[in-house]
């Protein structure tokens, strides 16, 4: 798949979706990512944070935030 060959091309780690996901979700999803990872949290933690704070909010469902995993060096 594609992760595949953006590893070979060099990229250490990624954050991927496996499906087909929500814009406003995502942009939800990914300024928490970056806020955490601002904050010195390695990549997985902060993708892990990021999912857990979308909980109990209109985007708390996992279809919104549960496509995101970490290929590669999760630090």
Known sequence: ?????????????LVAS????????????MEGFYAN???NQD????????QAAMVGTEFGHPWY???F?????WR
């Open 18 to 29: 496996m499906w087909k996901v929500d814009d406003e979700g995502t942009r939800m999803l």
């Open 65 to 67: 935030w549960g496509a």
């Open 1 to 13: 798949g594609i992760s595949a060959q953006f590893r070979r091309a060099g990229v250490e780690t």
């Open 37 to 39: 990872l601002s904050d």
């Open 43 to 50: 990549v997985a933690e902060a993708l892990r944070a990021s």
């Open 69 to 73: 995993v970490v290929v590669g060096d």
